[in-house]
């Protein structure tokens, strides 16, 4: 939420923005960003969730998302509003805020999980590269946002923040 502060505090300085691309760190695209078809006055979202998920809560991706720069406002209040603030669960307050008119799919093929990888059999338009650590473990899950955790990951230990924050192989965490 705090990248979507920084574009509202940006727009009061009165330089013209047109869209906002918004996607995580470690997203990878299979081709350019220029083939995919955005509509540039809507809410793109990159693709719901897994079939399940979709229609028991409406999950959608939180990896890749375009919309309009008015559009900045709802975004951030649905992502305040969603339950686990990942951005999986903000199709129905946009929905009740913009209107589904104003939300589509960028891949609108059949529902997955947002842990789509680089050699996964049923590719869409962006994977996950997560080459550093793996953070898809659940290790720690629902304990707080500075639980540490170790994983095994190709024979090496890492040890990591649940939040995402990277520790270094047999460092210290400098924020606690």
């Known amino acids: 939420m705090a990248v979507l502060n920084l574009v509202l505090d940006f727009q009061s300085t009165g330089v013209p923005l047109d869209a906002v691309i918004l996607t995580r760190f470690d997203t990878q695209f299979r081709s350019s960003l220029a083939h995919l078809v955005i509509d540039?006055?809507?809410v793109n979202i990159a693709f719901r969730d897994g079939e399940v998920y979709w229609r028991k809560e409406q999950k959608v991706?939180?990896?890749?998302h375009v919309f309009?720069?008015?559009h900045t406002r709802a975004l951030r209040d649905a992502f305040a509003a969603s339950r686990t603030g990942t951005g999986h669960t903000i199709y129905?307050?946009?929905?009740r805020s913009l209107g589904?008119?104003?939300l589509r799919f960028i891949d609108d093929g059949k529902g997955r999980g947002s842990n789509v990888a680089f050699g996964d059999p049923?590719?869409?338009?962006?994977?996950i590269d997560r080459s550093c650590e793996d953070f898809s473990g659940h290790c720690g899950q629902g304990q707080g946002d500075n639980t540490r955790c170790q994983q095994s990951v190709g024979g090496r230990r890492f040890r990591h923040r649940t939040d995402g924050a990277k520790l270094v192989r047999g460092s210290r965490d400098p924020r606690t």
């Open 122 to 127: 049923d590719p869409t338009f962006l994977f």
């Open 100 to 102: 589904e008119q104003s």
């Open 61 to 64: 991706s939180d990896l890749f």
């Open 92 to 95: 129905r307050h946009l929905a």
């Open 40 to 42: 540039w006055g809507q």
């Open 68 to 70: 309009p720069v008015a």
